[in-house]
């Protein structure tokens, strides 16, 4: 908006740069997943033929000109009032983004950039979700004076702020954090992915042992071939083990130097182990905060703290993770940082029907999926005779772990089993309120409050589920008057 | 709280029973292409029976019911809106949520002189808020209206 008039109209025109040339490299290594599943029929037949060199030829007479092509037709440029960015092929582009709608700017390693000291710049701007601009890539400190420059320019002439806001680390991850922490997050994805792996490879724990001990143990050989169940329990492990590592080295990768910290208004998060990744929350675009765990990381007493924000939802959903594992007290001084929060004492209960409809849903879920999945694996209706205890149990669990309570700022939502969520939702970032009664519901006098927040995930959001009617209206009415209390009281401008 | 124009619930009909027609296509296709198939299971034309006699019912009843549950109302800092035939939902949009606003008519409203409200919020679950069956008039004044409160929020 500030623009100086009196100063000179810069005239001159604005020095364009090219990308750093191994972009050239890195772009080109970068398309050959895309040749290997365009030869992968080939490949496998390991012979080379006519068909293979035509789809070779092809590539090459695609790929590495438009690789070029893009390399000579991208040019950046950055004056005191905007950065330009000019790129496409077939239709040109000049992109222009006013400094100082500039939010943030994001500096993205991958492994294969480090290793030839390059560097991918984010332009995060205010008023779109995603990235605005991107320029890779660049030398490393060529982004660096990228960042600087439009920090400089945005705070520069206009407002002078010498006082840089002080630079507190919040939290930083140890490797043995890390490792620990990557060993909780096992997950039936990774096990499901594991397990369909193995059938597609043919891979049985009999192979893995004589591959391990090359022969010398027959009689496990044996054994197995005696008792096929015995087989089964050694793949379902033999999986399961798989998946729990898989699990660690995904974890791993994601989180390795995780480290938090706060610069002023802002909040920083960098981790990743080949890709470097670094990201800004800034504190009013914060929605909710979750605090989530899972009953094996709750019996050590470790959980993960999750922010959700609104716009800047590249990944997972606007949902960022600020503390990957700490012990509960950690999480709280650190979520102070963000709202000054206090985890209510003691939580309310809905109506103890939920069981009830908690348990028939499970029946028939459970049902289901098991008689789907014995169309496949017939050994599994087995477990269909578990379902009887199974679905109550699972429901009086829900039930137990299910609750609300009501504090001056915010409304905290707890719920799940396994995955375990306490929501802190301040009324002032509410957005709309619902009340839903299901058929079922409406039999058992029930009723469920939902509260959308921006950035929340569009399934398994906090609601508080099965209340009493009566409550449920009243609950409503106590938090739609709480959201305007708070939105009177607060300057409508925020 | 308010109830919608009565005449929804003909551009429900027409929009349901266009619903029953997609579907009628392909079965229609099925029954003449095995009208003369020796290993058939159902007696001939037994689907489509079903699909005209299901379609009929559920248009001529679901409207019905639809309109019947239909409520809402502007408050003086939010709009109310009740619906639902099976789940039954009572949303509360508080006004200063508003994001922007449209009014919104297809071709069976427009035939009938009616519109739409669609207001969106920065939610995600209820993230554009429809409120059918309103008068052209009607939603032009409740659209002025949200918009004045919008206007002097902001002030």
């Known amino acids: 908006m500030e623009r100086s008039p009196a100063s000179e109209p810069s005239t001159e025109a604005p020095q364009f740069r090219r990308l750093h040339p191994l972009t050239l490299l890195v772009r080109l290594l970068m398309s050959l997943p895309a040749l290997v599943i365009l030869l992968l029929p080939a490949l496998r037949g390991q012979t080379i033929d006519q068909g293979t060199l035509v789809t070779l030829l092809l590539y090459g007479l695609l790929a590495f000109p438009l690789i070029l092509a893009h390399y000579l037709r991208f040019r950046y440029a950055l004056t005191p009032r905007e950065l330009l960015i000019e790129s496409g092929v077939l239709t040109h582009r000049r992109r222009s983004i006013p400094i100082d709608r500039i939010q943030n700017i994001q500096i993205e390693r991958t492994l294969l950039a480090r290793l030839l000291g390059l560097a991918r710049v984010r332009i995060e701007t205010a008023g779109s979700a995603e990235t605005e601009g991107e320029i890779a890539f660049v030398s490393l400190a060529e982004a660096q004076r990228l960042k600087e420059q439009v920090r400089a320019f945005r705070s520069g002439p206009v407002t002078e702020q010498p006082v840089q806001p002080a630079r507190t680390l919040l939290f930083a991850m140890t490797p043995g954090q890390l490792l620990r922490s990557g060993a909780f997050r096992f997950s039936l994805v990774y096990l499901a992915g594991m397990f369909s792996g193995m059938e597609y490879l043919d891979l049985t724990p009999e192979d893995l042992i004589d591959w391990v001990v090359r022969g010398r143990l027959h009689w496990v050989q044996e054994a197995f071939e005696q008792a096929p169940l015995l087989a089964t329990t050694a793949t379902l492990l033999l999986a399961a083990l798989l998946g729990w590592m898989a699990g660690i080295v995904v974890h791993v990768v994601r989180f390795y130097g995780f480290q938090l910290w706060q610069e002023g208004e802002r909040f920083y998060r960098r981790s990743g182990l080949f890709t470097v990744a670094e990201s800004a929350l800034p504190r009013r675009r914060i929605q909710a905060l979750v605090i989530r765990t899972n009953p094996l990381m709750q019996h050590f007493g470790w959980y993960t703290l999750e922010a959700q924000l609104i716009g800047l939802d590249r990944e997972t959903q606007g949902v960022q993770t600020l503390v990957p594992f700490g012990r509960l007290t950690e999480i709280q001084q650190i979520a102070a940082h963000v709202w000054p929060i206090a985890l209510p004492a003691t939580w309310q209960r809905v109506s103890p029907r939920m069981i009830r409809r908690a348990t028939v849903r499970y029946l028939l879920i459970g049902a289901g999926m098991l008689l789907g999945l014995g169309w496949i694996w017939p050994e599994v209706r087995w477990l269909l005779l578990g379902l009887p205890i199974g679905a109550p149990l699972l429901a009086w669990l829900q039930y137990r772990r299910h609750g609300y309570a009501l504090a001056e700022q915010y409304l905290f939502v707890r719920q799940g089993v396994f995955r375990h969520r306490i929501w802190c939702l301040p009324y002032q970032k509410m957005q709309s309120f619902s009340l839903t009664r299901s058929l079922f519901q409406r039999r058992l006098g029930l009723a469920s409050l939902q509260v959308d927040m921006a950035g929340a995930p569009a399934i398994g959001g906090p609601q508080i589920r099965d209340l009493p009617e009566a409550v449920a209206e009243k609950l409503l009415q106590l938090v739609y008057e709480r959201f305007q209390l708070h939105c009177r009281t607060q300057s409508p401008a925020s | ?155």
């Open chain 2, 1 to 155: 709280m308010e109830s919608l124009d009565p005449a929804i619930r003909t551009v429900w009909r027409i929009k349901l029973l266009l619903w029953t027609l997609l579907v009628l296509i392909p079965v229609v296709f099925y029954e003449v292409t095995h009208l003369f198939a020796p290993d058939r299971w159902l007696p001939p034309g037994s689907l489509l029976g079903l699909v005209l006699v299901g379609g009929g019912v559920m248009s001529w009843w679901l409207p019905r019911l639809r309109y019947r549950y239909w409520r809402y109302a502007l408050g003086p800092e939010e709009l109310v809106l009740e619906r639902g035939v099976l789940v039954r939902v009572r949303t509360i949009v508080p006004l200063r949520r508003v994001q922007h606003l449209d009014i919104a008519q297809d071709l069976i409203e427009r035939e009938f002189g009616l519109a739409r409200i669609v207001l969106h919020t920065a939610g995600t679950r209820h993230s554009a808020v429809v409120l059918p069956g309103l008068r052209q008039e009607q939603a032009e004044v409740l659209r002025d209206e949200i918009k004045r409160y919008l206007l002097e929020e902001t002030l």
